[in-house]
């Protein structure tokens, strides 16, 4: 069995067992415990519980591997590997009820910057859905024993767009200037609330592509690996065009025009 497959096979175990105790304590009342970056940013007790929850799991199976997680400490690697955790992947539709929300766990390869990171595995898990997405690098992506690809020709009617909207009030006009620029080319647009099954979606081909600004890597290392691996193309993410503060995926004849409309760095 090659690294990237062990694994992938480490990250959907957990990816399974922490979305079911996420969904456990979904089913028991939501406690949001504190705000982050705006009062909108919200992180439930559950997101701090099921991160510990991996966190630990993860030590236990890979002693010496890095943890990148949105809701602990980093700990440096000292195997090469590090684990790029988001507990609970749309937070806000979790807290209101909202059906979309995942855990999403990649193992990178790489130095400290996640710039550099190369992503060997990732599980992005729906636990309402039951949907486990998961990719190997150079094994494909799969949902399943289907295998992913991406939807390339999106015809005259343009792309079926997904993005999001970040917390920072800043942020705001120029996001609505980009949105504007790009509808000319979008049959539609869809704002799902959890950038990982965003990404899953366009490496399923329910969505022709995915633009956000402000994403964090615990939110896109394990989507961009689906998308890297169901034959779309990246920016601003691992194994992605280099760019930084955007990340754009979409299938390889959609991405040139959307790319061109959007700026990385606003
Ligand atoms: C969220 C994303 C969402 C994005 C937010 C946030 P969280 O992750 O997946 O789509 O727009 O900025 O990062 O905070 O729910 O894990």
Not at 31 to 39: C, F, G, I
Not at 138 to 165: I, S, Y
Not at 229 to 249: N, T
Request: hydrophobic share 45%; glycine share 12%.
């Amino acid at each position: 069995m090659t690294l990237a497959a062990e694994l992938l096979d480490i990250a959907t175990r957990i990816a399974r067992e922490a979305g079911d105790l996420a969904r456990r304590r979904r089913e028991e009342g939501v406690t949001v415990a504190a705000t982050k970056s705006a009062a909108a940013d919200i992180v439930t007790a559950a997101d701090r519980e099921v991160e510990a929850f991996v966190r630990a799991e993860l030590e236990r199976v890979r002693p010496g591997d890095g943890f990148f997680g949105e809701e602990s400490a980093a700990t440096e690697s000292a195997t090469g590997v590090t684990w790029v955790v988001d507990p609970i992947d749309g937070t806000v539709n979790y807290a209101y009820g909202i059906p979309a929300w995942a855990v999403s766990i990649a193992a990178v390869e790489g130095p400290a910057d996640p710039a550099e990171w190369v992503a060997l595995a990732g599980a992005v898990y729906n636990p309402l859905t039951g949907e486990m997405f998961r990719a190997s690098r150079g094994g494909g992506a799969w949902l399943g024993d289907t295998r992913l690809a991406v939807t390339n020709d999106v015809g005259e009617a343009g792309g079926l767009v997904a993005t999001g909207f970040g917390y920072d009030p800043a942020t705001h006009a120029p996001t609505l200037a980009q949105l504007g620029r790009v509808m000319p080319i979008a049959r539609d647009v869809r704002r799902i609330g959890a950038a990982s099954l965003d990404l899953a979606s366009v490496a399923a081909g329910r969505m022709d592509a995915y633009y956000e600004k402000g994403t964090n890597p615990w939110d896109h290392a394990a989507g961009a690996l689906l998308v890297e691996e169901a034959g779309g193309v990246l920016g601003g993410a691992p194994g992605g065009r280099p760019g930084k503060g955007m990340v754009i995926a979409a299938g390889p004849a959609f991405f040139p025009r959307l790319e061109e409309l959007l700026d990385y760095d606003r």
